[in-house]
């Protein structure tokens, strides 16, 4: 801008053109040069397109830090926090929050909690009964579904889109239909089928229906298992540094 001023000034002393005029041209001129000073840079084709936005997968608070069983799968994009348990054979799907800043959360042996799931827990219960939040071993979680300060006991079914409330209660060999709504302290009893808002009482089942619950648990931690054989145990950062000193012409 100082040079930009001396400029006018001389302009204006040396022509017989208004003011105006003398500084419109000298801000056009300074454009120009600008512009013509800039170079397009092409990027290189061998460029890694990786997002990093640095999501964190485990987010440890304070003294607790997320405890990840070795044969569990966890997707990429979940996120652990807090006081977290997955236990062996478990699988958490993509999407997925688990959120134990307040209190446990426990994810059984051979249980799933699939897409776009949000489990957290509470200081403490209004019903008195336990605030952490605890899904037992052959318990299938369905998408969308929301749990909080809540128990399920083994081989239980929770639907798409359900939502248990504080100090609820699913005992084991029950259903809850998709998009049910169990309120705070309610219970569901041993081998019953129930659904709807708030949820209610539909049918008992079947010994043969009873049976299928942890099949369903055992056939998802199968179809984890080819998800899990895509991650390797390391980094393979190693492959692109070796890649660059290619580029470089340093012997790898």
């Known amino acids: 801008?100082?040079?930009?001023?001396?400029?006018?000034?001389?302009?204006?002393?040396?022509?017989?053109?208004?003011?105006?005029?003398?500084?419109?041209?000298?801000?056009?001129?300074?454009?120009?040069?600008?512009?013509?000073?800039?170079?397009?840079?092409?990027?290189?084709?061998?460029?890694?397109?990786?997002?990093?936005?640095?999501?964190?997968?485990?987010?440890?608070?304070?003294?607790?830090?997320?405890?990840?069983?070795?044969?569990?799968?966890?997707?990429?994009?979940?996120?652990?926090?807090?006081?977290?348990?997955?236990?062996?054979?478990?699988?958490?799907?993509?999407?997925?929050?688990?959120?134990?800043?307040l209190n446990k959360i426990t994810v059984g042996f051979c249980s799933n909690v699939?897409?776009?799931?949000?489990?957290?827990?509470?200081?403490?219960?209004?019903t008195g009964l336990p605030a952490e939040t605890s899904i037992e071993r052959f318990v299938t979680i369905g998408a969308y579904s929301l749990l909080r300060s809540c128990t399920i006991e083994p081989e239980c079914i929770i639907g798409q889109h359900s939502i248990l409330m504080e100090g609820s209660l699913v005992e084991t060999h029950s259903i809850l239909e998709a998009g049910s709504v169990v309120p705070p302290g309610r219970r569901i009893p041993s081998g019953e089928l129930w659904a709807g808002n708030p949820a209610r009482f539909v049918r008992t089942l079947t010994h043969e229906e009873t049976l299928e619950i942890p099949k369903l648990s055992v056939a998802i931690n199968d179809l984890s298992k080819s998800y899990f054989s895509e991650f390797l145990p390391y980094s393979t950062v190693y492959l692109e540094v070796e890649k660059f000193k290619k580029s470089l012409g340093i012997s790898v």
């Not at 001396?6 to 003011?19: E, H, M, Q, V, Y």
């Not at 800039?38 to 003294?63: F, H, M, N």
């Not at 699939?114 to 209004?126: F, G, K, L, N």
């Open 1 to 101: 801008m100082a040079a930009l001023a001396r400029i006018t000034k001389r302009a204006i002393a040396t022509t017989s053109l208004s003011p105006a005029h003398v500084i419109l041209r000298a801000l056009s001129t300074s454009a120009t040069a600008t512009t013509s000073g800039t170079k397009t840079v092409t990027p290189s084709p061998d460029r890694v397109k990786w997002d990093y936005r640095g999501q964190r997968q485990i987010i440890p608070l304070g003294q607790w830090l997320p405890k990840v069983a070795v044969d569990a799968y966890v997707a990429p994009n979940v996120v652990l926090a807090g006081q977290v348990t997955v236990c062996d054979g478990a699988s958490v799907w993509p999407g997925t929050v688990l959120r134990g800043d």
């Open 114 to 126: 699939q897409e776009r799931c949000v489990i957290h827990a509470a200081w403490s219960s209004p």
